[in-house]
């Protein structure tokens, strides 16, 4: 090891916990599986353990690279999606250069991520802990404490927790972004229509990843609206731990309700699906179609809605990306054909030309958005958005050490 990663990784030695963690998602998983099936799909739920060994074995790398300095204690506010990986980004990686993490866990989820902790935490024997407590006493207890500060859910909930923020804390907020989907008049549309279901039906569409608005351009659009229908017809819905199903029951009950009046309000524009069995949890995979003209209300689903928009020119598109409302939700963008507009929309987001999000997502690599309700950092009463790695944050913003090396 070399001599500046002596000086920044005080902590070294704790690698191999993470070795172990990563050795045990490997060869038990099918226990890991019993637990995230409670809340993902069979396919997301698998890609979600890979996606999570692949960024532990990265973790010695991405600190080395990054040289964050050695911190006392960090708290996390964890998300209700993606457990396992979030436990790895938030709670074992930064355990390379933060002596103590404290997190709290979703209250939607709070079951399931006791049960991993419970399982890892005897893997890894680091002084990780789960602090099974109200928001306000994590927030006494633990928060008005730390040096750093995650928190993973709502802009409207971050901006609460920012404002008890000390100036000498750093704060890191991950949020949702729209993640606009563009496919242009010289797109390859099988592709383009492949790739959006993907992203749309992972997880049946739990996941922030997922584009919340598809944009055609009107020359293609009913071309497009034909390639997706037929496809989408032949999805099957299936339980949770069913390796051949295309969509399975939603978990949020929360989103059913919501889905359920957006649906009734907007039926006009429904060109397949609409139904929703509050017994089974099963929502159809469901296509909205419109044109800007309509201005129809964009939302983040989390759930399998293909809400597919037709814009005229590249004026338009342009003006509608350009505004207050998709800026302040800026986090990645997927491109297919119309090329030129590259440019343009790396200046705020994550883009992915002819690939989608979760192809270019890698959990030692920064990334996010531009957009200040998608995520931020707050340190020093100054706020920036910006694409987002944990450890380069550290490294660029705490530069003096918090604890004795």
């Known amino acids: 090891m070399n001599l500046e990663m002596k000086q920044h990784a005080v902590y070294s030695e704790r690698y191999e916990s993470i070795v172990r963690c990563a050795d045990y998602l490997t060869t038990n998983r099918e226990e890991i599986l019993s637990i995230l099936a409670n809340i993902s799909s069979y396919r997301a739920a698998n890609a ?187 999805l099957t819905f299936g339980a949770n731990d069913d390796p051949n199903a295309n969509y399975s029951p939603i978990f949020y009950k929360d989103t059913l309700t919501a889905m359920s009046e957006y649906f009734n309000n907007n039926d006009k524009y429904i060109i397949y699906g609409g139904g929703i069995d509050f017994r089974t949890k099963k929502m159809e995979p469901t296509i909205l179609y419109s044109t800007l003209e309509d201005e129809l209300e964009i939302m983040e689903y989390f759930s399998p809605v293909f809400n597919v928009v037709s814009y005229r020119d590249d004026e338009q598109l342009t003006k509608l990306i350009g505004s207050s409302y998709f800026c302040e939700r800026a986090m990645g963008c997927s491109l297919y054909g119309s090329e030129h507009l590259s440019d343009m929309l790396q200046k705020k987001h994550t883009l992915t030309i002819n690939q989608t999000l979760e192809d270019v997502e890698q959990g030692n690599k920064a990334f996010g958005g531009y957009g200040t309700m998608s995520n931020y950092i707050f340190y020093d009463m100054q706020l920036v958005s910006k694409p987002i790695l944990i450890s380069e944050i550290v490294a660029e913003y705490l530069s003096e050490k918090k604890v004795d090396a």
């Open 48 to 234: 979600e353990i890979d996606s999570t060994i692949r960024t532990l074995q990265g973790a010695m790398r991405e600190v080395e690279t990054s040289g964050p300095a050695c911190q006392e204690l960090m708290s996390v506010f964890m998300p209700s999606n993606v457990i396992l990986y979030s436990y790895a980004l938030y709670l074992l990686i930064p355990s390379l250069y933060v002596s103590r993490i404290e997190f709290r866990a979703s209250s939607h989820v709070a079951e399931y991520v006791s049960m991993l902790h419970d399982k890892l935490k005897d893997i890894h024997q680091l002084p990780i802990s789960h602090l099974q407590v109200s928001q306000k006493a994590f927030l006494t207890n633990s928060v008005n404490r730390a040096n750093i500060v995650v928190f993973t859910g709502t802009y409207q909930n971050a901006e609460q927790i920012k404002k008890q923020m000390k100036k000498e804390q750093l704060y890191v907020f991950f949020g949702q972004g729209i993640n606009p989907f563009i496919i242009g008049p010289d797109a390859d549309l099988p592709l383009a229509a492949e790739d959006v279901i993907r992203m749309r039906l992972f997880n049946s569409g739990q996941d922030c990843l997922g584009p919340d608005i598809i944009l055609v351009h009107h020359s293609i659009a009913e071309s497009f609206k034909s390639l997706l229908l037929d496809k989408v017809q032949a």
